[in-house]
């Protein structure tokens, strides 16, 4: 299968994922937020400044995700794109890729890199003094990022239409984060398993506890680090597994 | 264009079901290289779910088909040189009906995209639209830009969904006439569907009919119209005189006023006229007028 | 897809964001400096704890604390000090009344709590460093003042208890270091990024419909 072929049909879809005006909007806006946020806040470490840059940011990720990533998935099904897409000649396998890279991997870095760009060009002086750990934060966030995407993306398959798709996505979200804080608020201790596993919900915690704790009973397990890449993985899988095997539009 | 030998569409036995509904059943037909081909039926007959297996967009439950000598579901390279008029087309609106084009032709493996599209714009009659956005295109341009789009690909095979609907009279024909064109001047397989059978007939040389997933027919339009004979007669007690050809074993249906009768061939004819002059003198029922006339898919199938 | 419109739309609107991003923050960016004063009467068996926590900035903290009779501290320790009062009642040491502020701009959680325990035990507070974990120091007065001067870093708490029946204090935190590029370094880079976003995804310059 020639590459050429497959790149040919991402730039086709990427055309609608991340066409403007929505994603001009988007760009501003959380560049925008990211950058008041900067200049408001006092940072004295990079991963404080990428933690507090990018949680809002995380929130507007995940909305264009469901509202223009996955339910246009569900919009490809509904307005029959879909069925144009599967005429080429390019295998179901090319497709499934093409569509998650187009519909998660591109928006999420874009989405992540963008706002964590702009902090830093505004707080250069500190970025430059611990670029890894700003990198470090980033990369654990846009984890997270492919982590909602790809649940999105699976239900989108199921769902097919795509009001459905966009408030299962919501819901799903929300119950997510809903859910991690009830962990935390009912647990014992900051030690305790339900705790942890609230924390481990949201990688970037995993990561930011990792950085900062001096305190060796604080430290993340290796199953902390390993809960959300691996969910992201299985659900990334199982769409292209569906999408190549069983989809029929 | 350049132009290959390649096998043509074959179905073998296929059967597809949703749910507890069989749209296919054990479907057999082949499309005969280089020719038009009608598939007919009515809604949910199974046209579409016919053509989705026969491009690879479903699969199929049982059975074989080839598409150009390879199983379409599971091998990409059926489709090269395969073009496809969806129902009702869409393109993505995102960027002009021309760059959506030039895309689609690097996906189809085109070595020089932009001639491509610029051929398949004029051969589509789409030339002075293509910079506009697919949404922005009325229905006939929205078609002609699903036939550019199928174009680019180079194909043998042309396979097109309802090409002429939701099109006004003037459209649907100008439509059709561009597509035998096509299959004249490009040398290809021309696959498509309809359910008016007088429009399918005046193009096809090859005619498909599907009912309730059922393959009804397949041959030439001739063919068709033999064993779709229908009679319609004037007579002074219509309805006696329906229930006296129902007892002889010909299928009717009457008003008040008249009789039609559905005959499966013309050779039927002799036998009815027979039957008509005997059961005239014998019930003195008085025959006005007999006409024979062609029968609408819609009559056909309803007989059946 | 025209990548060319679509990469100069994003930079065009990263720079806009910047630029209007630059010039809030110019208008309610952050502090650098914080003082506050107060006096407080406690009576017997009571004490007031003077804290402040460096949540995001790093600076210098200057405590100086009036009439009082003893004045312990707890430096460099990490952590929300609100916490830290709270750990304190273990020790029979119980806040009866907190009064704390977050200032964002200024990265720093500050504050103060009256507690109320056994004179003993208050004026023992070093004795507890080894339980708590934490350096309990003893301040040493300079000419009746007792002056706490501290650098902290980012996540730091300092906690001062001042015994005494009268007590007052004057608390001044600034800022060492807020990292930022000149305002006028981000105008530049921020109208530079619109320019060439907008010359980038010029209209004339894209291959147009004849």
Redo the contacts between chains.
Sequence with gaps: MSLKRIYGLL??D??DT?R?PL???M???I??L???L????????TE?LAM?ILRPTLLATALFLALRGASGISQLVSNRVMEVYLSYPVSRLSIAIVLYISRVVVPSI?LIT?PL??AG??????VVQEPSNYILMGVSFLVQALFYGSVFVLIALVAKSTGTTSILSLLFYFSYNIIALILSSVSSSVTSTLFRLAQAMSFYMTVYNSL?T?IEALRPYLWEYLLVPSLTLLSALTFILIMSRRFEP | MAKTLRAPIILDNVTKTYGDKKALSNVSVTVKENKITGLLGPNGSGKTTMIKIILGIIRKDAGKVLLRGRDPFKDPRAREHVGYIPERPELPS???V??VLI?AAKIYGSTNPKDTVDEAISLAGLSGN??KRFKELSAGLKQRAAIAHALISDPDILIADEPTSNLDPIERVRILDLLVDLNRKEDLTLLFTGHVLAEVSRVAEDIIVLRNGKLLFQGSPRNLMDIASIVAIRASDPVKLSMLLEERGFKTRHTPFSLTVYLSGREEIPRLMEALAVLASKHGIDIFSIDTVEASLEEMLRRE | ??KRR?FG??L???G???L???L??SI???KTSLSFDGENYLGDNKALIISLY?S???GTAVVEIYNASQVFYISNV?GDPRSLVKALTAFNINATQSEYNYD????LVYGTSKVEANSMILSALPSLSKVLEFNIREAPPENGVFVIRENM???EALLVFALGQTVSYNVEYS?S?????PYTY?YA?SGVMVVVGVLVSAPWKRA??P
């Design positions: 730039s086709l990427l055309s991340i403007p994603l001009y909007f760009v501003f806006v560049t925008l990211s950058v008041v900067a200049y408001v806040q006092l940072f004295s470490t404080s507090n874009l963008i760009l702009a060009i505004v707080l250069e002086p500190l900062t001096n | 995102s960027m002009p021309r760059e895309t293509e910079w | 897809m025209d679509l739309g994003l065009a609107s990263i806009l964001a910047l209007i991003g630059a809030i923050g309610i960016g952050v460096s995001t900035s790093e990490t964002m701009r200024l990265g870093s980012s996540g800022v270091n807020t990292y930022r590029l981000v880079i147009n419909p």
